[in-house]
């Protein structure tokens, strides 16, 4: 129920292990979600970081994982801002208060690009060393074709 309305039905079974709708999934699963928009080259950096660092306290995220998350989001928006000839790219951290684990998923417009392919960039060994896995995925009837997730370690 939501806002005194079915908001997704299915057996107990469909919703708590398959749920269809995303703030069922996220309910469920008892995740605290930050979302952030970049739409210019000039975007709020610092502004973002510390909405991120807020976001982790009121949270209770462990300092440790807190530095990694922020660390993720610094590296990726550093290589893939660079590569937008228009940036529009939304970002999403999800942290799991079961696992006490987070996730990045940046969804973004550009043809197709695999952003962690290259081996010679810095930031994306940085990334390999914050990251549990790295996934990238590609919707092409999507406003935000490309999507990369990335599991914090």
């Known amino acids: 129920m939501d806002e ?10 469909q919703i708590f292990e398959h ?5 069922t999934r996220r309910f469920v699963h008892r995740l605290k979600v930050l979302e952030l928009s970049i739409e210019s080259r000039d975007y709020d950096f610092i502004g973002m970081m510390n ?7 009121k949270n209770q995220v462990a300092p440790k ?11 990726t928006t550093q290589l893939l801002i660079p590569m937008l000839k228009t940036p529009h790219v939304q ?3 999800e942290y799991s208060e079961q696992t006490s684990g987070a996730k990045w998923t940046f969804r973004y417009a550009m043809a197709r690009m695999e952003l962690t392919q290259s081996d010679e960039n810095l930031g994306i060994t940085v990334l390999r060393g914050m990251a549990e896995r ?12 490309n999507s990369l997730h990335i599991t914090v370690r």
Do not use: H
């Open 91 to 93: 970002a999403v951290c």
């Open 19 to 23: 749920p269809k709708r995303e703030n």
């Open 134 to 145: 790295m996934e990238y995925s590609w919707n092409e009837t999507d406003s935000l074709p």
């Open 51 to 57: 909405e991120i660092e807020t976001w982790c306290g």
């Open 65 to 75: 994982l807190k530095k990694r998350i922020q660390l993720v989001f610094e590296e």
């Open 4 to 13: 005194g309305g079915i908001y997704e039905d299915g057996s107990p079974e």
